[in-house]
């Protein structure tokens, strides 16, 4: 667990401070806080009043220190610090266990050990939390909110920010449970000023003069320490005092140059000169100003309490105070505009050298250097791309000039993939053609610090800038100019070169999956995930489970889908360091693989810990599909509403260019709104899409066309007596085919193609379709025939959902199927997952304590199976049903099967 020890230690005074009573008598007045807040703006006092509040409490002597920065947004991070600053008041050996263990660190995991450890300890703690308001990941958030809300009484959680966290301080302080100390309560009193100046800072001055500056400094903690260090050395006093005024800004820019003006030349010099560095060290600002007595001074300076701070233990490393910080960048801005640069680059260099290069690359974009920051990306490069920092990439493309990417084949080229990762495909191929005129005028020209790893990234870019093209060419939906790059770039590669061969492959193999030729895109892309492991690139090789697993529901298995996501996401889990940015994307995949199995339980479970593991474990181009799926799950559920607004916002983050779009997220919006028998919301669906015009439709035609032989459906239906639109039941094709003729012609010629294809997942699906259409035609013959190859063919390779989703008239052919000799049992399985379904469904129960496993058994106990058939449908033994049950007659006080399902209905449970 790599910790930060700085982190966890809470800060002791180097000098004396104002007693505040006041305040820290109030923040213990309360019996039993849950929550004791100090909520003000920056430079009030926060930290230390904190402070000393823990000297007064009773637990003074176990406080659980966190000093959070902005990198504490990694729940991880977050986790080890939080769980190490426990562990030094008490033991805490499951939560360390936990939060060490490899591969994702699960924040709710963690967070119950916390509290059930907690819990354990013999005597009260207090957890601080000092500038919470640099944590904004919801993660985060989400972890400390649930510790609040299950602290034991005898723990104490404590917050200085500069807003109010998102938590429910509302409720905490109609309980009594909140003790908070706001701005206005942290103003120095005049009282309090006086002794600040005269104790703290050690001037003399009159009770007028102290009036006068608590005053206009409105009683600002960090106002009233600038006006103590500007009076130093100050012989008329009240002329200062007079003349100080303005705003906090202006003030603080008046008495920072004050500050400096009363300072040495070599110290004020140095100040201004280390300004331009987030963090320092004594030979980094020795590189900075040219002299020798960098760690000496900061010791002064800290000594002298003029706003640094210590980072570690040893005082090697300090910052100065951010508002300080900033206002002494603006002096140095107005005053020496051409040296900032120059420092800069003199940070840049003392990094390069320390072998910091992200550091030394974020100095050089400061310093204006264009070409060494773009070395120094190069160099970078190949690191950033295998771990898919993509985030991180385009900040740093976009932030160099355009003139200088252009001159640069590598970073042209990766400046297309930025363009293909924000959705503007337009852009694609200009920086490729810069790429190509770049490595034509500068062939094979590496930068000063470029890796073996970059010279490789180099040798391959013709092949790379094929692959870019290919995938242009697919978002274009131009499948065969996509092939054609492929196949280039795959010539452009050798045996070794196992990334960039992967890359073609890849492509080679969504183009046969376009296509709609999936007996050649499933060997296609396997191939390509082994060259991706031959690279080592672990994040999409395990990442590549996601289309794979859709080409094996395509192929009509299920079945082989959720093995294939199971055995990558056990993999990633084990997979040493931080969580692989493709982590989230493999719960998202096999919650969909687990939501077509009717096991909406686990498929919730999935999705729920994608999302707890954020954003950073989801690519770019994958981020939609979270939405998607949870649009599933609703829609199983019932709630056809919210999975229509999930649908939006999937359609808000989708991004053409990846994958073939096979399952266009507005029609599968329609198919919601056809389900709720919204037919005019599907109906513009249909008119904008223009997919009854589609002559001759291929595979990527398929899903539209579908979801249009459902609309043609639910318009027949809309016509049956009593249902109401009698128009819209007539409407006639544009050959004149009514909506069931019209539906029987788009369904057979689908037919030849899947099959020839091998997508038994699109012809089970036009098989059922096939078999609605005819029984809606009062055809049952012919609608079992289709439903009977249907379910022989999907059923024992785990479709499920497919079917449920079709709602009453599919339940209906189902019951009748039943009683066929060929396909009853596949029939029967159906019709139970559907009570499944039902089961899984959230909903609030009068009957305490009846857990979801409970539930699923009650329902099946209105059934007309048997005990030892609930048995088998359940995977259980006999033995493990009748303790279900009993447990079940005890929470519903009845005594028999047929007691039990009349009081379950009577309390809405089935």
């Known amino acids: 667990m790599a910790v930060l020890g700085t982190k966890l230690h809470r800060p002791v005074p180097r000098r004396e401070l104002v007693p505040r009573p006041r305040l820290t008598d109030r923040m213990v007045a309360g019996a039993h806080p849950r929550l004791v807040l100090v909520s003000a703006p920056a430079g009030s006092g926060k930290t230390t009043l904190l402070s000393q509040w823990l000297d007064t409490t009773a637990a003074g002597d176990r406080v659980a220190w966190v000093s959070l920065d902005e990198a504490d947004n990694d729940p991880r991070r977050f986790l080890e610090h939080l769980v190490a600053a426990l562990q030094t008041v008490g033991d805490f050996d499951e939560a360390v266990e936990r939060v060490t263990s490899a591969g994702p660190v699960p924040a709710d995991a963690v967070m119950e050990s916390v509290v059930n450890e907690l819990d354990l300890q013999p005597r009260g703690i207090v957890i601080a939390l000092d500038d919470y308001h640099v944590v904004e990941a919801p993660e985060v958030q989400r972890a400390v909110a649930f510790l609040l809300d299950h602290l034991p009484p005898h723990a104490v959680l404590a917050i200085a920010t500069r807003a109010d966290p998102a938590l429910p301080l509302a409720r905490l302080r109609a309980r009594g449970e909140l003790v908070e100390v706001r701005g206005v309560d942290l103003r120095f009193t005049p009282d309090e000023a006086g002794s600040f100046l005269s104790d703290v800072m050690g001037l003399r001055l009159d009770d007028v003069q102290v009036a006068a500056l608590e005053s206009r400094t409105e009683g600002w903690a960090t106002g009233?320490?600038?006006?103590?260090?500007?009076?130093?050395?100050?012989?008329?006093?009240?002329?200062?005092?007079?003349?100080?005024?303005?705003?906090?800004?202006?003030v603080l820019d008046y008495l920072v140059e004050e500050v400096l003006r009363h300072q040495p030349e070599p110290v004020r010099r140095f100040l201004l000169e280390t300004s331009v560095l987030d963090q320092l060290t004594g030979p980094l600002c020795d590189a900075l100003t040219g002299a020798a007595d960098g760690s000496a001074t900061l010791e002064m300076l800290d000594r002298g309490n003029v706003f640094v701070i210590a980072l570690d233990d040893e005082r090697r490393w300090y910052r100065y105070h951010h508002l300080f910080a900033d206002a002494l960048k603006a002096r140095l801005g107005a005053g020496s505009p051409l040296r900032v640069p120059l420092l800069h680059r003199a940070a840049r260099d003392w990094y390069a050298a320390q072998r910091r290069p992200e550091d030394a690359l974020r100095h050089a974009?400061?310093?204006?250097?264009?070409?060494?920051?773009?070395?120094?990306?190069?160099?970078?490069?190949?690191?950033?791309?295998?771990?898919?920092?993509?985030?991180?990439?385009?900040?740093?493309?976009?932030?160099l000039p355009d003139d200088t990417v252009r001159g640069r084949g590598l970073l042209a080229t990766y400046r297309a993939w930025s363009s293909l990762v924000e959705g503007d495909l337009d852009g694609v191929e200009g920086w490729l053609s810069h790429a190509e005129a770049a490595l034509v005028a500068n062939p094979a020209v590496a930068a000063p610090d470029a890796s073996v790893a970059a010279l490789e990234e180099l040798r391959t870019l013709p092949a790379t800038v094929a692959i870019f093209r290919a995938s242009a060419a697919q978002a274009h939906g131009d499948t065969d100019a996509s092939e054609r790059h492929a196949r280039r770039a795959l010539e452009l590669t050798g045996p070794a070169d196992h990334m960039a061969r992967g890359g073609a492959l890849g492509f080679l193999g969504l183009a046969a999956w376009a296509r709609g030729d999936l007996t050649a895109a499933v060997p296609a892309f396997s191939r390509a995930v082994d060259s991706l492991a031959g690279a080592?690139?672990?994040?999409?090789?395990?990442?590549?489970?996601?289309?794979?697993?859709?080409?094996?529901?395509a192929r009509g298995r299920p079945d082989e889908a959720r093995r294939l996501y199971s055995r990558a996401l056990s993999t990633a889990q084990r997979h040493p360091g931080d969580a692989l940015t493709t982590l989230g994307d493999l719960h998202v995949g096999l919650a969909d693989v687990l939501l077509e199995q009717g096991d909406l339980a686990a498929a919730a479970e999935h999705l729920a810990t994608a999302r707890s593991l954020g954003e950073s474990t989801s690519l770019f181009e994958n981020r939609y599909r979270w939405f998607v799926a949870a649009a599933r799950l609703r829609r199983a559920q019932g709630d056809l509403e919210a999975a229509v607004d999930l649908l939006d916002r999937a359609q808000q983050l989708h991004l053409p260019g990846f994958f073939p779009e096979l399952h266009p997220v507005a029609a599968q919006r329609a198919r919601v709104r056809i389900a709720q028998g919204r037919l005019a919301d599907a109906t513009d669906w249909a008119r904008t899409r223009e997919v009854e015009q589609v002559d001759e439709p291929g595979y990527l035609d398929e899903y539209d066309q579908l979801t249009l032989v459902r609309l043609l459906l639910a318009r027949h239906r809309a016509g049956d007596p009593g249902a109401g639109d009698d128009q819209v039941a007539h409407e006639r094709s544009g050959d004149g085919r009514a909506p069931l003729d019209e539906a029987r012609f788009r369904l057979e010629r689908l037919v030849p193609d899947a099959a020839k294809g091998g997508r038994d997942g699109s012809l089970v699906e036009i098989w059922m379709l096939q078999a609605l259409v005819q029984d809606a035609a009062g055809d049952r013959r012919a609608a079992l025939s289709h439903l009977e190859a249907a379910l022989v063919r999907a059923v024992p390779a785990g479709f499920v959902g497919l079917f449920l989703d079709e709602g009453e008239p599919m339940d209906r052919l189902l019951a009748t199927a039943e009683r066929m000799p060929t396909a009853g049992a596949d029939a029967r399985t159906l019709r139970h997952a559907a009570y499944r379904r039902v089961v899984a469904v959230p909903a609030p129960t009068a009957v305490e304590g009846l857990s979801d496993r409970e539930r699923e058994v009650l329902v099946l106990l209105a059934t007309a199976l048997s005990g030892p058939e609930i048995a088998r449908e359940l995977f259980v033994s006999v033995n493990t049903l009748r303790t279900h049950t009993k447990h079940i007659f005890t929470k519903l006080d009845v005594r028999t099967r047929r007691a039990a399902v009349s009081r379950a209905s009577e309390l809405g449970l089935i």
């Open 224 to 250: 009233l320490q600038l006006a103590g260090l500007s009076l130093r050395g100050v012989e008329d006093t009240a002329r200062f005092v007079e003349d100080f005024t303005g705003s906090h800004r202006f």
């Open 365 to 399: 974009l400061l310093a204006e250097d264009p070409e060494r920051a773009a070395d120094l990306l190069e160099a970078l490069l190949p690191d950033v791309r295998r771990e898919r920092r993509d985030v991180e990439l385009r900040e740093w493309l976009v932030a």
């Open 536 to 553: 080592g690139d672990v994040a999409d090789e395990l990442g590549s489970a996601v289309v794979l697993g859709s080409m094996w529901l």
